[in-house]
């Protein structure tokens, strides 16, 4: 059982940039894959990055690609999501999760999510 928790979120003005933060406890955190979704107000919550458990393979969605980094600590147990020239349509809640298979971009494939944190970026 891994538990998860997230900070770093906050609000910030279009252009601006953010990282946020996943600390991981319980289980072998090096041995899982770890990924970060978001929910806006309304709508399903979505795939945003992907690190496999070695730190070699990430994954971005389109709408993020060039703009947010996913990496890993595993010796701190912590992922991280750096976030720059973020957008208006950027503003969700933004969720760590972990899975011990290879990742994947669908919600229903995670085993295990944090409580989420609050991103907000004024236009």
């Known amino acids: 059982q891994v538990h998860l928790v997230e900070s770093g979120g906050g609000l910030v003005q279009a252009g601006g940039s953010l990282r946020l933060s996943c600390a991981a406890s319980?289980?072998?955190?090096?041995?899982?894959?770890m990924a970060w979704f978001r929910q806006a107000p309304g709508k399903e919550r979505e795939f945003v990055a992907a690190?496999?458990?070695?730190?070699?393979?990430?994954s971005y969605a389109d709408y993020v690609e060039g703009r947010f980094t996913i990496s890993r600590d595993n010796a701190k147990t912590t992922v991280y999501l750096r976030m720059n020239s973020l957008k208006p349509e950027d503003t969700a809640v933004y969720y760590c999760t972990a899975r011990r298979e290879n990742w994947t971009t669908m919600t229903r494939d995670y085993e295990f999510w944090g409580q989420g944190t609050q991103v907000t970026v004024s236009s």
């Open positions: 319980g289980g072998t955190f090096n041995r899982y894959d």
């Open positions: 690190l496999s458990w070695t730190g070699r393979t990430t």
